[in-house]
């Protein structure tokens, strides 16, 4: 399992826009990528600009599918115009003590 919460700073101008193409990323990840086991949108309550979407694959090789999927590479490249600065991008595992 992969787990992924990417944090955006969006224009407050473009928030609406930026969520409907989100939105419709998220629509196209859940019904067309067979691993994707979350693939959500959340917006912070307290500063409305921060957007973060989180997601969960069942494993690399479903998220490198879905990375090269038609409509990740349609809508990515468009999000970069809605940015006010560079945010962040973690990936998570399940924890291992070793």
């Known amino acids: ?26 629509a196209k990840t859940n019904q067309l990528d067979d691993a994707c086991v979350e693939y959500a949108i959340f917006q912070d ?7 973060t979407l989180i997601e969960e694959w069942e494993s690399q090789d479903a998220l490198d ?7 990740f590479k349609d809508i990515v490249p468009k999000l970069n ?9 973690n990936f998570y595992h ?4 070793k």
């Open 94 to 97: 399940p924890a291992v003590i």
């Open 45 to 51: 309550m307290k500063d409305p600009q921060i957007i």
């Open 65 to 71: 599918k879905h990375m090269e999927a038609a409509h």
């Open 1 to 26: 399992m992969i787990k992924i919460v990417a944090k955006q700073y969006v224009k407050l101008n473009l928030i609406n826009n930026y969520i409907e193409l989100m939105e419709e990323l998220a």
């Open 81 to 89: 115009a809605f940015y006010e600065k560079p945010g962040d991008v």
